[in-house]
T-cell receptor, first 114, second 114 residues
Framework: AQSVTQPDIHITVSEGASLELRCNYS??????LFWYVQSPGQGLQLLLK??????LVQGIKGFEAEFKRSQSSFNLRKPSVHWSDAAEYFC????????????FGTGTSLTVIP | DTGVSQDPRHKITKRGQNVTFRCDPI?????LYWYRQTLGQGPEFLTY????????KSRLLSDRFSAERPKGSFSTLEIQRTEQGDSAMYLC????????????FGSGTRLTVV
């Protein structure tokens, strides 16, 4: 069955420090992988996506993620965090067998301290 | 392109009442999705439309829930005889063609059942 695990419920980093958010997935075939960000009371915004090809993908707001098939991981990174990056981050994998839905992790809440 | 719009943003209702939410997708998007997000969880798939046809429903969508997309444009999600367990954020998303490219989410409707 398809599933996503985000092991870190909450992470705190200092502004300017580097960031890595972990995502592990279970999927029977080559997955489509996504990272979304959600600010309080808002919907989800797509940060980046991976389909195939180069395993290091670049997204918006200076984020990148690396697909590692051997580790079933798709970790999100940013070299220098800004206070405005504080939000909830969700990893998603899919599609389902019907091709119409994706499976989201439980999210990682990021706090940025000055 | 004004994005995906959802109305209302917040709804407080008494247990047993019926509620209806509206979603206006991006105008050229032919696919529309409803997800539910409870506190501390990632979004969970509810249902999916391609144009006006409802093509998939999750087991989460009990018989108290109904969704429509009458002309292939906006969609409504109705919950009858609301229960406290229905309290959640209801997210609408849309996509043009395959969802593999990622969804565009609305800001959601926060439902509180008291």
């Amino acid at each position: 069955a398809q599933s996503v695990t985000q092991p870190d419920i909450h992470i705190t980093v200092s502004e300017g420090a580097s960031l890595e958010l972990r995502c592990n997935y279970s999927y029977g075939a080559t997955p489509y992988l996504f990272w979304y960000v959600q600010s309080p009371g808002q919907g989800l915004q797509l940060l980046l996506k991976y389909f195939s090809g180069d395993t290091l993908v670049q997204g918006i707001k200076g984020f990148e993620a690396e697909f590692k098939r051997s580790q079933s991981s798709f970790n999100l990174r940013k070299p220098s965090v800004h206070w405005s990056d504080a939000a909830e981050y969700f990893c998603a994998v899919g599609p389902s067998n019907t091709g119409n839905q994706f499976y989201f992790g439980t999210g990682t809440s990021l706090t940025v301290i000055p | 392109d004004t994005g995906v719009s959802q109305d209302p943003r917040h709804k407080i209702t008494k247990r047993g009442q019926n509620v209806t939410f509206r979603c206006d997708p991006i105008s050229e998007h032919n696919r529309l999705y409803w997800y539910r997000q409870t506190l501390g969880q990632g979004p969970e798939f509810l249902t999916y439309f391609q144009n006006e046809a409802q093509l998939e429903k999750s087991r989460l969508l009990s018989d108290r829930f109904s969704a429509e997309r009458p002309k292939g444009s906006f969609s409504t999600l109705e919950i009858q005889r609301t229960e406290q367990g229905d309290s959640a954020m209801y997210l609408c998303a849309s996509s043009l063609g395959d969802s593999y490219y990622g969804y565009t989410f609305g800001s959601g409707t926060r439902l509180t059942v008291v």
